[in-house]
């Protein structure tokens, strides 16, 4: 019942459930799986899914925010204090899950278009994932129309996780 509040019964782009606990313990994750538990019986309900944020608070719930699949609050190296207490910067969230494996295979993005050579962005994609240390990779897939694309392996990959769209 918390879930469907918090997504306000499906019409939200996104949830962000919030816990505390007292002390750090095997609960860590229970956030983690709080959201979980949530989308699935969304999912059973037939209720739309949106995507969720499930966190503790503080610094005991650090790993909870190591566990968010997308979304996490992150803080910055230059700032002179995190926003929150618990807050850890998206470096060191994905140098922790590079390091415990739950990144581990490559995923495949790219800008889409047509005559896109000038482009940048695979530069630009690639730099940032290298930062952070993650096996990912950002290509050009110059093609005249995007029937062409979608029919493509690329696209069809099980690593393919999305594209930029500039002007074909």
């Known amino acids: 019942e918390m879930f469907q509040q918090c997504s306000l019964y499906g019409h939200a782009h996104g949830a962000k459930l919030v816990l505390s606990i007292e002390e750090k313990s095997e609960n860590d994750s229970m956030a983690y799986r709080a959201g979980l538990i949530a989308q699935s019986l969304m999912q059973k309900e037939q209720q739309p899914l949106i995507p969720c944020i499930s966190l503790i608070l503080g610094e005991v719930g650090q790993f909870s925010r190591i566990l968010n699949p997308c979304y996490t609050p992150v803080t910055h190296d230059a700032l002179p204090?995190?926003?929150?207490?618990?807050?850890?910067?998206?470096?060191?969230?994905?140098?922790?899950?590079?390091?415990m494996k739950f990144v581990t295979s490559p995923q495949h993005y790219c800008i889409l278009g047509h005559n896109i050579d000038y482009s940048v962005s695979p530069q630009m994609h690639n730099a940032a994932f290298s930062a952070v240390q993650l096996p990912y990779q950002y290509v050009r897939a110059d093609v005249k129309n995007v029937e062409t694309f979608t029919g493509s392996g690329y696209f069809k990959s099980d690593r393919f996780r999305g594209c930029s769209v500039t002007i074909p």
């Not at 929150?84 to 899950?97: N, S």
């Open 81 to 99: 204090f995190p926003a929150a207490p618990g807050q850890l910067t998206a470096a060191q969230i994905m140098l922790t899950r590079v390091l």
